[in-house]
């Protein structure tokens, strides 16, 4: 671990240690409000310290992974450089079936429609009036 992110987190133990034992085992059974305010300051300045030197480790925390952007440490995935160096060579081989599918394969064509007559040729539907009057026919026979 470098020495910024160890000396943090050293002394955030060290301040919380110490803020803990004079808040608790001074303070509280003398009664004395600012030893008490002391303690708690210091455990509460050495938690600060100790959050940000493990955020500061997590933070510069990375496995240099060669390929594809996804792959990085950063996006909250982590993978071991073998996990990543096998994903990265499934995506090239299936990228590269993909290529060469689109280059060689001949579209299929389309099926032929049912032979109906365009239809500008049919004939029109019956108007409105002799659909009427045929319906009109019919009920008196």
């Not at 001074?26 to 300045?45: E, K, R, T």
């Not at 030197?53 to 500061?56: H, V």
């Not at 440490?73 to 995935?77: A, F, L, M, Y």
């Not at 299936?94 to 001949?106: A, F, G, P």
């Given at each position: 671990?470098?020495?910024?992110?160890?000396?943090?987190?050293?002394?955030g133990?060290l301040?919380?240690?110490a803020?803990g034992?004079m808040?608790l085992?001074?303070?509280?059974?003398?009664?004395?409000?600012?030893?008490?305010?002391?303690?708690?300051?210091?455990?509460?300045?050495?938690?600060?310290?100790?959050?940000s030197?493990?955020?500061?480790a997590?933070r510069?925390?990375?496995?240099?992974?060669?390929?594809?952007?996804?792959?990085h440490?950063?996006?909250?995935?982590r993978?071991?450089?073998?996990?990543?160096?096998?994903?990265?060579?499934r995506?090239?081989r299936?990228?590269?079936?993909?290529?060469?599918?689109?280059?060689?394969?001949?579209?299929?064509?389309?099926?032929?429609l049912?032979?109906t007559?365009?239809?500008w040729?049919?004939?029109?539907?019956?108007?409105?009036?002799?659909?009427m009057?045929?319906?009109?026919?019919?009920?008196?026979?």
């Open positions: 671990m470098p020495l910024p992110q160890g000396m943090l987190l050293c002394l133990i301040l919380m240690t803020g034992v808040a085992c001074v303070g509280l059974p003398n009664q004395s409000a600012p030893l008490f305010g002391v303690g708690l300051f210091l455990g509460l300045g050495g938690v600060g310290l100790l959050v030197g493990l955020c500061m997590m510069n925390l990375q496995v240099a992974v060669p390929g594809h952007f996804l792959l440490p950063r996006t909250g995935t993978f071991s450089p073998r996990q990543a160096l096998a994903i990265q060579r995506l090239d299936i990228r590269r079936e993909m290529s060469e599918d689109s280059v060689s394969r001949i579209p299929d064509p389309e099926p032929s049912p032979s007559p365009p239809p040729t049919m004939e029109p539907p019956p108007s409105y009036d002799t659909v009057k045929s319906q009109e026919h019919s009920e008196q026979l």
